[in-house]
């Protein structure tokens, strides 16, 4: 039952005037084209339900356009993502694509989220660094959430440490070994002990 109403859903979404306007609007992205959305997604919190159904699902490549719509949105009012929290989280494990991810990690990073949302965002950012990628900037910002979460939880700091190293091994791109191998050097001088 549950499925055919996600079903119908779908369908509901995508025959809606609305998903089908956006995705006009998103067809040929430019800056300039770009900013009278995320205006509105500002503005109307009607508008933003259509942007964050578009944005999880796997209309490629509106979804990761609308992501991105979302995204420039939370840098200029971080509460207009707050109702759909659970909705995203929810979606984390579904996303495919590097620039969704890419879009949905800084974001959540930032947001007051339930222990359960967080869990979900740290799993997410512990299967990007275990993951080979062709992007790493995903990478990047997952060791931004295991950051978040050693800094609550200390004690979690070797393993993280354990954790990007192996993703160091392997990495192409300077901005991520950098950005890896200063947290974990921040990590083993913090909250480690090695004596």
């Given at each position: ?7 119908m859903?779908v369908?509901?979404?995508t025959n809606?005037p609305e998903y089908?306007a956006l995705r006009?609007?998103?067809q ?5 084209g ?7 997604f500002?503005?109307?919190p009607?508008y933003?339900a259509?942007?964050v ?8 490549p ?13 840098r ?10 659970e909705?995203i ?12 991810i890419g879009?949905?990690?800084?974001s ?6 339930s222990?359960?949302q967080?869990?979900r965002l740290l ?7 275990e993951k080979?990628?062709e992007?790493?900037?995903?990478k990047?910002?997952?060791v931004?959430v295991?950051?978040k979460?050693v800094?609550?939880y200390?004690e979690?700091?070797?393993e993280?440490?354990?954790?990007v190293?192996?993703?160091?091994e392997t990495a192409?791109?300077p901005y991520?070994?950098n ?5 974990v050097?921040?990590?083993?001088t913090?909250?480690?002990?090695r004596s």
């Amino acid at each position: 039952m549950k499925a055919v109403r996600v079903a119908m859903a779908v369908v509901s979404m995508t025959n809606n005037p609305e998903y089908e306007a956006l995705r006009a609007d998103l067809q040929h992205p430019s800056q300039k084209g770009m900013k009278p959305l995320i205006d509105r997604f500002l503005r109307e919190p009607e508008y933003r339900a259509t942007v964050v159904y578009m944005a999880l699902s796997e209309d490629y490549p509106f979804a990761w356009r609308a992501s991105w719509v979302m995204k420039f949105a939370f840098r200029q009012n971080p509460s207009t993502w707050t109702p759909f929290l659970e909705r995203i989280t929810s979606a984390l494990p579904e996303l495919k694509t590097h620039q969704q991810i890419g879009s949905f990690i800084p974001s959540l990073t930032k947001c007051d989220l339930s222990e359960e949302q967080g869990d979900r965002l740290l799993n997410l950012a512990i299967d990007e660094l275990e993951k080979e990628r062709e992007t790493e900037y995903t990478k990047a910002h997952a060791v931004d959430v295991l950051h978040k979460y050693v800094s609550h939880y200390p004690e979690l700091a070797g393993e993280f440490c354990l954790i990007v190293e192996r993703a160091v091994e392997t990495a192409q791109k300077p901005y991520f070994r950098n950005k890896a191998l200063k947290r974990v050097k921040q990590w083993s001088t913090k909250y480690i002990d090695r004596s």
